[in-house]
């Protein structure tokens, strides 16, 4: 009996390999890749966090889409049921919430270590670029997601934003006729922001994240030597599984554990609904848009804009220009470090003070 038993298991598994022919070796193989010894620590594998975040926006957003209505009569009523009578949306949409300002948190503090650890230089320069656009990306999703509540503060939101597209020169015009469907900021609008949210975007950071990872395979993980720290040379790697792969599962579940605590404490809110008649006294975007913001009322529109362009190419493109500025001028890489703690402190200043203003 035990014998027939394990034949047609063998039977089975023998069927099942003629229908997926996988190679399950090349998956050993990759499971038993040397990766440097310093992503035992959180700091240095920050890049898996911001995927873990993106998995629980698609779960819970799809969720959400179930019971959303994008149509500016229908849009804050829909949120409201789902905050208020759909069982556990509350928590579905806090979640959502929470999810999406720590998937910004964390690529943003990704990108500050690959940028003070020099893991953006050649060959990685093109790695770089991928990940600066996911930080795009996903400020893109949370300024569309925080839209589509259609309150008040979020419409008026959405016609600054509209607004400081404009003010782009030469084709600002046509960016901002193009998201608000119109003249001004209304049904098409709605339209265009849930389409972008629900599906360009996420497009959009699937095939950045797939060139990302990609190329991280093709070139590896750069390794690290830190001053005062020595590592005995058959010490410098571990497998990627089961040691790295343990610790990445373990910082899903401590993610999962702080998502479930800050919904609890701080569950997503709702305000007025959405009133174009009636402009707020104070205008507040959402806190990762505060530099922007600021600048904006340092300066005018145009300048702001332009501004605010101009850096954000500077940043993206930094690990090309650094080479040039080596190339050129002999610029040393202790010049890179200032300059990157001058421009982080800029912004730290700009967002609390924008924070603290009224």
Request: net charge neutral; with cysteine; charged share 15%.
């Amino acid at each position: 009996m035990p014998e027939r038993i394990a034949t047609e298991k063998k039977g089975f598994f023998s069927r099942l390999e003629t229908l997926f022919p996988f190679d399950w070796d090349l998956l050993r193989h990759a499971g038993a890749e040397p990766v440097p010894y310093h992503l035992k620590k959180w700091w240095f594998c920050l890049g898996g966090t911001p995927m873990y975040l993106f998995v629980v926006q698609v779960i819970t957003g799809i969720a959400l889409t179930f019971y959303y209505v994008p149509s500016p009569a229908e849009a804050y009523h829909s949120v409201f049921v789902i905050t208020h009578d759909i069982r556990f949306g509350w928590f579905l949409r806090s979640l959502h919430k929470w999810s999406a300002n720590l998937m910004i948190i964390s690529v943003f503090l990704h990108l500050l270590r690959v940028y003070f650890t020099g893991a953006y230089r050649h060959p990685r320069e093109l790695n770089w670029v991928f990940g600066f656009s996911l930080l795009g990306a996903t400020l893109a999703f949370g300024f569309t997601g925080y839209s589509l509540v259609y309150e008040q503060l979020s419409f008026w939101g959405a016609t600054v934003a509209t607004n400081l597209a404009d003010a782009v020169p030469f084709v600002g015009s046509y960016i901002s006729y193009f998201m608000r469907g119109g003249p001004e900021v209304g049904e098409q609008t709605l339209t265009r922001f849930f389409i972008f949210h629900i599906g360009v975007l996420p497009t959009v950071v699937f095939l950045l994240l797939a060139m990302h990872i990609v190329l991280v395979r093709l070139h590896g993980v750069t390794e690290l030597h830190f001053e005062g720290e020595e590592v005995q040379k058959e010490h410098r790697f571990f497998r990627f599984w089961p040691e790295h792969a343990t610790t990445e599962i373990l910082i899903g579940v401590l993610l999962m554990y702080l998502l479930t605590i800050l919904s609890l404490i701080w569950p997503a809110t709702l305000g007025a609904p959405a009133n174009p008649n009636v402009t707020p006294e104070h205008i507040k975007p959402e806190w990762y848009f505060y530099f922007s913001f600021r600048l904006l009322k340092l300066t005018s529109l145009k300048v702001s804009v332009v501004l605010t362009g101009a850096l954000m190419a500077i940043a993206m493109f930094w690990p090309f220009i650094e080479s040039w500025l080596k190339r050129k001028f002999g610029m040393s890489e202790r010049l890179s470090i200032f300059i990157g703690i001058f421009a982080f402190l800029g912004f730290l200043v700009l967002t609390v003070w924008e924070s603290f203003a009224h």
